[in-house]
């Protein structure tokens, strides 16, 4: 096992080689991406979304949680996590009050060790994340009839969300970072599982071709109108609310539970920090920023919102998506 390992990561470190790459100049030379068919990648991804094309094999029960990066993936997560245990725990003795919801569902590029083991062991099934692009999925879950939750939001959180985030990952004070060339490399489509345009957009045609095997969720929607959504949510994944369970406020339970003012005051969320094997990750504090809608307001020009604006009504006004 060590020496097919050892050599997984050789051929990864000659793949690498022949890959187009670029540096994200606001954060000084700090993070390099690489073009991975079509998709721009962190390399200590490249080896888990190269290992999940060639080895994982899609269930017929599998839930697959998908989306762009800062997109509402750590609510969706923890959200999917509360509806699939909520037989076994509630919200006084939840694992959630102390697991960070990446820990309670393994993601497809970071922990595909985790999850092929899992499954070498009958173990358990529980969904999976993952931020691939639509194209970049292993083909067993595109041909098969698994489910897929794609979370989606307004595109311009999404950039201050991106830019805050990686800010803080790397120990870039906002002030040596201009938001300027973060907005620019992301409307060139340079961002971490980027482009966000072919990403929602592939999600969104796929939607269409494959109904019933494919939610879309808008975030903003989820925050403003958080109990049909859930229920909706728990629906499509096979675990519906009884009439019982919603006249007990299960739902709103589970809202509450989830909630961004409760997640980011648990111990584990503020002080924790990922495991992941040869991976360096965040502290859990960076995925729990503001976890509102509209913050762009706070960092976008007018000039930037126009062009954003027209970005969008290029690249995705064909998918019927309402995204400003």
């Known amino acids: 096992m060590e020496s097919s390992t050892k050599t997984q990561l050789k051929s990864i470190e000659e793949m690498v080689k022949t890959l187009p790459q670029h540096s994200l100049s606001w954060l000084k030379g700090k993070v390099t991406l690489y073009n991975y068919q079509g998709t721009w990648c962190n390399r200590m991804f490249l080896e888990g979304v190269n290992s999940a094309q060639q080895s ?15 997109s509402g993936t ?16 509630d919200e006084f003795n939840t694992p959630l009050l102390t697991t960070m919801p990446h820990d309670c569902i393994p993601s497809l590029e970071k922990n595909i060790e985790q ?3 899992n499954r070498h062991n009958n173990s358990c099934v529980t969904p999976i994340a993952t931020h691939l692009p639509y194209n970049l999925l292993p083909e067993s879950i595109r041909a098969s009839n698994c489910k897929i939750v794609y979370i989606y939001r307004n595109v311009k959180d999404v950039i201050v969300s991106f830019y805050h985030f990686l800010c803080g990952i790397h120990n870039v004070p906002i002030e040596d970072a201009p938001f300027e060339e973060t907005f620019d490399e992301f ?7 980027g482009p966000y345009w072919d990403h929602i957009s592939g999600f969104a045609k796929a939607s269409l ?7 879309l969720l808008k975030y903003e929607d989820m925050k403003k109108d958080p109990t049909s959504n859930v229920k909706r949510l728990a629906e499509f994944i096979g675990y519906p609310f009884t009439p019982q369970e919603e006249k007990q406020g299960v ?12 997640l ?5 969320n503020k002080n924790g920090l990922q495991k992941v094997e040869r991976l360096i990750m965040p502290e859990n504090r960076l995925y729990f920023r503001k976890g509102k809608v509209g913050d762009w307001e706070n960092h976008f020009t007018d000039e930037m919102n126009e062009k954003i604006d027209k970005l969008i009504d290029e690249k995705l006004g064909h998918t019927g998506l309402v995204l400003k």
Not at 56 to 70: G, I, T
Not at 209 to 215: A, S
Not at 264 to 268: A, D, I, K, T
């Open 209 to 215: 071709e494959r109904p019933g095997i494919i939610l």
């Open 56 to 70: 994982f094999k899609a269930r017929p029960s599998d839930v697959f949680l998908c989306s762009h990066p800062k």
């Open 187 to 193: 409307c060139r489509g340079i961002s971490g599982f």
């Open 115 to 117: 999850i092929l083991e």
């Open 74 to 89: 750590t609510w969706l997560k923890a959200i999917v996590f509360a509806i699939i245990t909520r037989q076994k725990f």
């Open 251 to 262: 739902i709103e339970s589970i809202i509450n539970m989830t909630s961004f003012e409760n």
């Open 264 to 268: 980011s005051n648990l111990e584990v």
